[in-house]
């Protein structure tokens, strides 16, 4: 087992986008309108809250120009909250802006994106931290990989709704599950167990890996790779490793999809974490 070296995927944001637009591009009316795995949210509203998540990306990261929360936001349910306000913002605006507007939008503002996020230093401090990951300061390689995985489990909603192939090829999620991962050692730092337990989760399918959380003595640490004999293995395949990190999968559906040997309570935080912020 090796402990997770930083992750780039900057060079991945305009194979990305052209993926999106060219999906989009070729949408019936009727496919637009489609419920997805993402709540009441159909492709529409999908498709506009990524086109508001770049803007609000170029905003910030590239022109220093941030939206104040309205009071001080000291917990993650006061930043969810923030953040679905200005989700909701986003897609009001957007529901006056016509399929091909949108995707015309998102093809410029993608191009754009990639450019802003080439020309970071991946190592300077990022604009925000990765709360999700427990951090209260990122470097920018993390904040781009939690944008990477944004940008990449709203495209594969977009894809899963309307029946397109998803992009499970290790090109594309080799790094989305190296940055998902890094949700456990959040996910678990309450949960008891003795000195030396580990859990590892193993992914299947288009693209395999194992990665582990094991117990130290005073927290859990997150490595890629497996030991042996684990107390817990969490076994799923990587069209739905994806949907569990990013609530695309129903509590009573992980029993279907998901694969539990050994301690399942020790494996109990890791099918409850999430790479998002919720």
Same mark, same amino acid.
């Given at each position: 087992m090796q402990p997770l070296a930083p992750c780039y995927t900057a060079d991945l944001f305009g194979p990305l986008s052209k993926q999106l637009v060219a999906v989009l591009r070729e949408l019936t009316p009727a496919e637009w309108e489609r419920p997805t795995l993402a709540g009441r949210w159909r492709v529409r509203d999908v498709a506009a809250h990524l086109l508001d998540g770049q803007l609000r990306t170029l905003s910030a990261q590239r022109d220093a120009h941030f939206v104040s929360p309205e009071g001080p936001i000291q917990t993650e349910r006061e930043l969810a909250a923030f953040i679905n306000r200005l989700n909701a913002d986003g897609l009001a605006y957007a529901a006056r802006l016509s399929p091909r507007l949108v995707t015309d939008l998102? *093809?410029?503002? =993608? /191009? &754009?994106?990639?450019? $802003?996020?080439? =020309?970071?230093?991946?190592?300077?401090?990022a604009v925000f931290p990765v709360s999700w990951a427990g951090e209260t300061a990122s470097e920018?390689? #993390? %904040?781009?990989? @939690? *944008?990477?995985? *944004? %940008? &990449? %489990? %709203?495209?594969m909603q977009i894809r /899963?709704?309307? $029946? @397109?192939? @998803? !992009? !499970? *090829?290790?090109? &594309? #999620?080799?790094?989305?599950? /190296?940055? $998902?991962?890094r949700a456990l050692p959040h996910a678990y730092a309450s949960a008891p167990a003795p000195a030396g337990s580990v859990v590892t989760l193993q992914v299947t399918g288009e693209t395999t890996g194992a990665w582990s959380i094991t117990r130290d003595a005073n927290r859990w640490r997150l490595t890629s790779g497996r030991p042996a004999q684990p107390d817990a293995i969490v076994t799923v395949a990587a069209d739905n490793a994806w949907r569990m990190f990013y609530n695309g999968l129903a509590h009573d559906a992980l029993a279907e999809r998901v694969r539990v040997e050994g301690k399942t309570d020790l494996a109990a935080p890791l099918l409850r974490a999430r790479s998002v912020i919720v």
């Open positions: 998102l *093809e410029v503002a =993608g /191009d &754009w994106v990639a450019l $802003s996020v080439a =020309g970071l230093d991946p190592h300077a401090p920018n390689w #993390m %904040h781009t990989g @939690r *944008e990477y995985t *944004e %940008h &990449w %489990h %709203h495209q /899963d709704a309307v $029946s @397109r192939p @998803r !992009l !499970l *090829e290790p090109q &594309w #999620m080799v790094p989305l599950l /190296d940055i $998902s991962v």
